[in-house]
């Protein structure tokens, strides 16, 4: 990192046990903010490394939830494995596990043994469905959630069928909501030099997110469900999509213009908002006629000329290569190393942060092990013996010895 504002966490150290979205990408977060964190794996990886293709482990998931972190591989199921992991605990400011219930009581880490050798320490527990209840068992992915939760009626199609966010939403979202939670920890621990645990489960995170449309439902229970304004959606044209969306009268009288249907604004039952909703599937279908007869670009420079709210719908090709996010900075470009080298990955930049703040505009990607000896080293261990957990299977590395 280049200066303390590009890395407001710089100095504060933490442990990642968590695998696969939710947890890593709580620790990707802090990390691109500038902390240390060392992400612990067993010796078969986290089962990111598994899903969706990639080569030695590096996978979108793997990539993206793990960025700039150093790694460590440690086999927790042996004695000494589960003290080295105490070990690591003892130097932490925060601790992010994802395990079920129970789990981290298994290894030697429960909450007493934590806090009893460090009471500063911050300790992030992510679960499906949170520490008790009737569903504490439960393996709780993205997609069990977003059935349960009520997102994928939310996301229904035209006919009315439940379908499923294409993307891990909830697992993306809890990552945010953990770093949050994160940095309110820490600055009541600047005042009270206590740490605390942070219960959060993808449960609690689906709800929060869904925050308006849960309350949209029950403050209109029953009554059948309107457009806010209309026009509003997603229209085709001559070469593509375009949404389009007018907010007031104004901007409807301009979308008239636009079109160069000047006639539709002086229509008095297409007057007001409220008058347009009743007319909303006549209106729909006369400005999809007329988009249909140009391109996308020429309807977003018309639109845009009278101030209505309207974009092109790009893929992701156009969105990296889209004028405004170029010029904003928004992604930053990531290179893997190694024998399947791949240059220019875009990777967006983390909210907030000055874009291209990593140095050379070079950011890490974690591979198992990679830093097992160097962060043995920090800890104190002497060679000789990194060197004996190495041979006994203890420890992993995939770096050569120095």
């Known amino acids: 990192m280049s200066s303390d504002v590009d890395a407001p966490y710089a100095g504060l150290r933490v442990l990642d046990l968590s695998q696969g979205i939710a947890g890593p990408y709580c620790g990707c977060l802090l990390a691109r903010q500038g902390a240390d964190v060392i992400k612990v794996e067993p010796p078969a990886g986290d089962w990111a490394r598994l899903m969706g293709g990639g080569k030695d482990g ?17 086999d927790a199921s ?13 130097r932490a400011d925060v601790v992010i596990e994802s395990f079920r219930p129970g789990v981290m009581d298994k290894l030697g880490l429960s909450q007493e043994a934590m806090h009893a050798c460090n009471p500063a320490l911050v300790v992030v527990s992510i679960t499906g469905f949170g520490p008790n209840g009737p569903y504490r068992a ?37 990552g945010v909501y953990a770093a949050q939670s994160v940095g309110a920890a820490l600055y009541a621990r600047a005042t009270t030099g206590l740490g605390r645990r942070l219960d959060i489960s993808l449960l609690a995170v689906a709800a929060s997110l869904q925050t308006i449309p849960i309350l949209d439902h029950f403050m209109f229970a029953g009554e059948t469900r309107v457009p806010v304004t209309v026009p509003s959606g997603t229209f085709q044209t001559a070469d593509g999509f375009i949404n389009v969306t007018a907010l007031r009268n104004e901007m409807f009288f ?77 992604f930053g470009r990531l290179t893997l190393d190694g024998p399947d080298a791949l240059e220019g990955l875009p990777l967006p930049e983390v909210p907030g942060l000055r874009p291209g703040s990593y140095e050379g505009g070079r950011m890490t990607v974690v591979r198992l ?30 770096a050569p010895a120095v």
């Open 58 to 74: 590096l996978t979108a998931l793997s990539i993206g939830a793990n960025v700039g972190k150093r790694a460590i591989c440690i």
């Open 78 to 90: 042996l004695p000494e494995g589960r003290a080295l992991l105490l070990q690591c605990v003892e």
């Open 138 to 174: 439960r393996a709780g992915s993205d997609s069990v959630i977003q059935a349960l939760s009520g997102m994928m009626v939310m996301n229904r199609d035209g006919a009315g069928t439940p379908r499923r966010i294409g993307m891990l939403a909830v697992d993306a979202a809890c």
């Open 254 to 330: 301009g979308l008239c213009r636009a079109l160069g249907q000047d006639e539709w604004a002086s229509r008095a039952e297409w007057a007001t908002n409220e008058q347009r909703l009743r007319h909303a599937a006549d209106i729909n279908a006369r400005i999809a006629q007329v988009l249909r007869g140009e391109s996308t670009a020429l309807w977003v420079e018309r639109l845009q000329a009278q101030d209505v709210l309207c974009a092109a719908v790009n893929d992701y090709d156009a969105f990296v290569d889209d004028p405004q996010v170029r010029h904003a900075q928004v």
């Open 369 to 398: 092990g990679h830093d097992t000896r160097a962060v043995l080293a920090e800890m104190g261990l002497p060679q000789t013996d990194i060197t004996r957990l190495i041979e006994q299977r203890v420890v992993f590395t995939s």
